[in-house]
């Protein structure tokens, strides 16, 4: 089961600090998961430039230039943000019983563990 989904707030936890030009410390929400590359898309977080080639829409507008935008990031270089404290923590799974439509089902449900200290 995924730890890190579509949504969650997360915090760069590795990298260079903000004062040297990184981006650790950051929060911002996933806005995409890559499961196969263990990679994430934070918002707001390790912005790319992409020189894209000049072309024409139908309507006959220019595209190109140079863009910018997000860069996955590694997931081991993020931690979920504690919704209570708003610090970075890790993640636990709990089993609950779930009744709908009068059938009782067993599930996992993720969970925020204490956040003592930062990570």
Same mark, same amino acid.
């Given at each position: 089961?995924?730890?890190?989904?579509?949504?969650?707030?997360?915090?760069?936890?590795?990298?260079?600090?903000? !004062?040297?030009?990184?981006?650790?410390?950051? *929060?911002? $929400?996933?806005?995409?998961? +890559?499961?196969?590359?263990? $990679?994430?898309? =934070?918002?707001?977080?390790?912005?790319?430039?992409?020189?894209?080639?000049?072309? *024409?829409? *139908?309507?006959?507008?220019?595209?190109?230039?140079?863009?910018?935008?997000?860069?996955?990031?590694?997931?081991?270089?993020?931690?979920?943000? !504690?919704?209570?404290?708003?610090?970075?923590?890790?993640?636990? +799974?709990?089993?609950?019983?779930?009744?709908?439509?009068?059938?009782?089902?067993? =599930?996992?449900? $993720?969970?925020?563990?204490?956040?003592?200290?930062?990570?």
């Amino acid at each position: 089961m995924a730890k890190i989904k579509k949504g969650d707030l997360v915090e760069v936890i590795s990298g260079k600090s903000q !004062d040297r030009g990184g981006d650790r410390g950051k *929060q911002g $929400r996933v806005i995409e998961v +890559f499961p196969n590359d263990d $990679r994430v898309v =934070v918002e707001g977080v390790n912005y790319v430039t992409k020189h894209v080639r000049v072309g *024409q829409t *139908q309507r006959g507008s220019k595209t190109g230039g140079i863009e910018t935008h997000e860069a996955p990031i590694h997931v081991s270089n993020v931690a979920i943000v !504690d919704p209570e404290t708003k610090k970075p923590t890790r993640v636990g +799974f709990r089993t609950e019983t779930v009744t709908k439509d009068g059938v009782e089902k067993t =599930v996992r449900v $993720r969970y925020a563990k204490k956040s003592g200290k930062d990570l």
